[in-house]
């Protein structure tokens, strides 16, 4: 099997250009059958591209619907907001559209951004359980030169504090920074090699070895720590909705929703997840491909803490809560051709607009939880994916 | 504020052709003063996306490299593969590619697909746990025609066995399907609102209240039920690399690769992490993405175990285990323009294929937690970002 | 430091005797100048203590307060109950008494045994995830033999079913028994190993190893595995509660009790807890004390549901349920001299009383639940802890 | 079934005597049939109960084993100690005896407390999460005067900070005091009901309810809060074993140790469980009855952290980390007869001993997780049980 290796070419003076995209389209048809008639298909120029995918061949197309208007009473983002949702899952345009019309109708939504850090784990290792406290300590004192050997590195980055978690011998930091508009991991990294780098320095006691990273940012995983200590935005919506619109738009008794939620809020402690809500992943990732966000980090934005109560009066509150929210307007894939003009769309393309991308997106949530919430009960649901949805199989 | 609300042009008689893009295109250039230039350069029909999107208006263009080859040695994928990542995120490509290299001189990647089952988990309320108790075994006893009333309405899906969990005067169910190269959520919840339709009917004890899905299933979540008891497809991927192999190509250590992995258990473990190994998500979504996935269910398909050894010999054994890989080959996304040229390039495309996808996703997330791991413990991990990734801010 | 280790006496010949416990004290108080006079104060015979601790030098005399009286409306537990309670955190009993008079009066407690199942995990290892997929479907062929050789070594142990989770080259199993009277760790660790050497004699295949215990099973360990599949009994207590009932005897509104449980439940839920309720673990350690149970069985046992719901006519509907509750009313500590006639004082000493032990602890759990959630509310709390605690520091 | 409710009897001028215990005695043995021969026989004046218990009735005599001699290197603890270890499951003081031989040949167990706090977590509720996150605020900037609200009701409780956790329009605090040689859970909750009294005083924002207990402290509870950020004592273990002495002692392999260790890990992390080792909560309870500490905090005590490595010359370094060991020597149950006793026994009756005795209870622990770990690799384990536990059944 093992005869010859054959290596994807690349063209080593300048491999950002159409010309070497079709050598890597020619390779692949030659190889694999495929052709790649609708992958070479892009509109912009390959040299854009550097600095954000190696041995590019061609694209992704995949298919836009916009949803709205969403009415956002947020502190940096005001009014109405059409969103752009990437997806090939039908149903899911229709769903969030549907639940922004309830909460247009009932006012808009409410949000908040409570917190924002992001985050590099190193850990830190030593003889034994005693040094490993030493050095806690020693990390406390000497912050603030930890903090300028941190931010010598990077423009936007500031580091905030330094959370320590300690078990064995073993000291494990979660770095948190403040990145701007940039999501923040690679310079989150590189700030936080820095402050180890200076630390090996300067350390007068014995650090045995020290990791980088030891699970503990968590990027690219959902986790506990992240739930309770936020990774990028924490982010809230809520909502008041009057008892008498939510039969009327969405044919659902409050408190048969009410009741959903409670059998759902227990079904899925029991359960062990990471989101007591319905499928705030759903919106999250249409908005991040749409937007150019590092998709990925679908694995941690996804969780979601829903509080939703019947008041008094009937009218029912509903919330949601993204602990972990990981977005961008600056940098990764924001300045790409399709993906800048989403970000346009919601006039959040550039510096000084993340918080408003993040209150967007976490209103948009909101309306789809409603939505997909309503259905369940009043039995839609599944008429909706035959109406929407393929349904193939 | 709340004056006249502004609705998204829908046309009655057929949305799904370029006009009706085009007056949404203006509608949002209009409203948002954003122009969608590129969104708007799409290279298919959009007559395709009936029941994948509701008020398409465009595309994502996201970029795709390709790394490989990879080495696969499974029961479905067999010899080499050029894989798609559809990302906008510097190095992701790069690093899965560097870490194909390894496992191809060492001889390729074993995969295994270990479980396949899909789910919806009603749940059924009833006036006592006595009553939920015994309607748990009415449904044992009845399993057969319950079965029969779900794949009446479905050809692929297959309904395997009913999970039952219990607390309070609840029963929580989780039907579990077989549902051939479709990912199946849509035909589960539909199979699954039969039987349940059935269930009403036929039960002769008093059944309050059910709900067709509790937030045990758990769609769009990752949860520690789908970690025990599979969602998707549980899918192994392992191999066994010399040790000098590893020096050679990824300039790291055995032994140090071996303690930042038991540093990263400890880490992820106190963290709560839902997965224990270093990225996996990175590969799925770039897979997803490229391949018309249901890119939402990253939130799920991103947990994984990482089991590793130093063998007696000194080289070292890794393996990724993806318990709840949701993928398909058939129906969603996977027959859109460049989704399914993709799925070509892979041999994946249509029928009796899925098995084999979901052997090459694993195979290449194993690649990519070697590439990442070496990189931490080789310190080249901040340097490659430098180098590929254009860590702007 | 290191001179002669001073071992402790021990009598080969008869070590369960007043004397050999006498020579233990009087070597205690030789070496570490503690007089052991009321250690020493035992009122039975050491001989009944032969497997049931090693060394024995006296007693810790704990405790015991009884509370009640218990109206329970089981389907072994029937009328009503006082239950000891081995404490000495003042209040604790006063506080489940409280409750018990609520419930009283309210109608008493319904309880119902869900489930019964007791645990040992073995791993078993191979050369790759294939081979270790092939051993799990032997083991579904061969179950009847395998039970067989795992029942061959006691008399009250049966086992149920074998419950499979694969990683990587690695099956985890849990098999499941019923024991009888018995909580059954030791009975199923025998015949797990019998059933394991039944195994490895007769697997056609390469089993390269196996350990009997894998952290699956998970003793003396709170797990999510536990919560979703039982260990020891699953058991539901639940009740209704008039409104004004509850204002009358807990000066607490029935709404105000009820925010509080929601945002309990989101509190709990964000810290990551294995119990949404109260404080379960106070009635269940303080009875498992006084009726001879393996108290380090608290670290699983403590995990708890509790579900609730304000009912269309205000009533308070009030449940909890233990999933993984572990009692016995044989073998173990349950025949020693005080935990005896505790058990004796319950009706429960002896065979065919386990399932009866279990409805009375869950009842008793319920009642501590709204005696302590109604202090909250009422802000009586730290006032009940001045009365009743000593509150020294 | 509801007629008249028969009271325990109580003497309301003095419940604390004899004739009062007696007077239930009889009424038990009346009611149902049981007599209280051993539960009557204590050695103590029942006065000394007062705050300890209500109803007092008679005494759980639990059998007590020493095992030891326990060799301890800590900041606290230093030189050998004798361990009280109160339990009725045979084999449990053997086996931490056979653990404590190991570990003094090979120089004793090195002990570090890396934290100490204890809390209680009130929720503030408000009208929005802007007015949740104002209040934030304005707890860090009023911090100085909540902490001196909070400690004028102490002598011994000392406010350190108050960890804040926000979702929805909900604010979750975590107050962590130091509590002396308390456990300190009364007077945390009396300093933290002070603390919300003055904010609810001096907050001039409006907070629209509070509660005093939210599931976050998490109290009586397992969870991952607790396993971060430290409830009691965060204390750890270590010690390294050369190779051949394991052997000697244990009959086991450090290999073969070491690969149950690995599969052991993936194990419980498949498994969710709140305890990587293999059974601290023996030892645990064991001591925490011996010794009065409060037992039912044997659930979130059980959480633990193993983390171990073969060392480059093949001796094997364990360790284990508490996370939050709730202990004390002062208050509540330490002052009782037999407790008070065993304490001494230790040298850690009164002020100025918690930590020590935090550090007795780590080692003990890391005794039990050799032993048992060796016996399942050494198939002893059923043979010890078999041989010590009456295993009846």
Known sequence: MEQARKRIPRDPEDDYTRDAAESRQAFVAETTGAKLEHVSSYSFDPAILQGNVENFTGVAQV????????????????????????TAEGTLVASYNRGMRLLYEAGGVKTTVLDDRMQRAPAFLFADAREARAFADWIDERFDDIREAAEATTRSGKLQDIDKYSASRILFCRFNFTTGDAAG??????????????????????LEHHFLESNF????????????RTRGKRVVAEATIPRDLIKELMHAEV???????????????????NNNGAHSANGITAMFIATGQDVANVAES????????????????????????IVATYGGG??????????????????????????????TVLCGELSLGSAIVAEQWVDAHDLHGRNRP
């Open 63 to 86: 298919p836009i619907g916009f949803a709205g208007p969403l009415l956002v009473d947020g502190e940096h983002a005001q009014g109405e907001f059409y969103v752009p949702l990437a």
């Open 334 to 363: 924001t300045g790409l051709a399709t993906q800048r003009e989403c970000l346009e769309a919601l006039g959040c393309y550039g510096k000084g607009k993340v918080m408003k991308l993040a209150e967007i997106v976490a209103a």
């Open 217 to 228: 940012a968590t990027d690219k995983k959902s986790s506990q720590v992240n739930i309770l």
């Open 302 to 325: 996804s969780a979601a803490l829903n509080f939703s109560e019947v008041l008094p009066n009937g009218d029912y509150y509903v919330s949601i809560t993204i602990p972990s929210l």
């Open 255 to 273: 408190d048969m929703l009410w009741r959903a939620r409670l059998v759902s809020n227990l079904g899925g402690f029991m359960a062990g997840v």
């Open 185 to 206: 991991q690679n310079l989150t990294g590189k700030a936080t090699q820095a402050a180890c780098d200076w630390i090996k320095e300067n350390y007068d006691g014995a």
